[in-house]
């Protein structure tokens, strides 16, 4: 892992800002992406299947661990991020 590879990505997955969350990670866009979205869609997608698919933005987060478990993927939320005033 390469320092410049490292970035902070805010991750939206609903309609609801409060809800996003926030990665510190060297993974692209398309591997984030590959793994959450069909986790997502299958909740969306959920009503015409009648399915009980439900995620929170852990159970994202653990997927990405799992699939990519030699990359950096650390999880914070708005309210987890300290505010330092100097």
């Known amino acids: 892992m390469k320092a410049e590879d490292i970035r902070v990505v805010e991750i939206n997955t609903t309609a609801f800002e409060e809800e996003n969350f926030?990665?510190?990670?060297?993974?692209?866009?398309?591997e984030i992406g590959?793994?959450?979205?069909?986790?997502?869609?299958?909740?969306?997608n959920q009503i015409d299947n009648d399915d009980n698919v439900f995620y929170d933005n852990e159970t994202l987060v653990s997927a990405l661990l799992e699939k990519y478990p030699n990359n950096l993927v650390s999880f914070y939320t708005k309210d987890t991020i300290e505010l330092l005033e100097v």
């Open 22 to 30: 926030i990665l510190v990670t060297d993974l692209t866009d398309e």
């Open 34 to 44: 590959e793994v959450i979205t069909p986790i997502v869609l299958a909740e969306r």
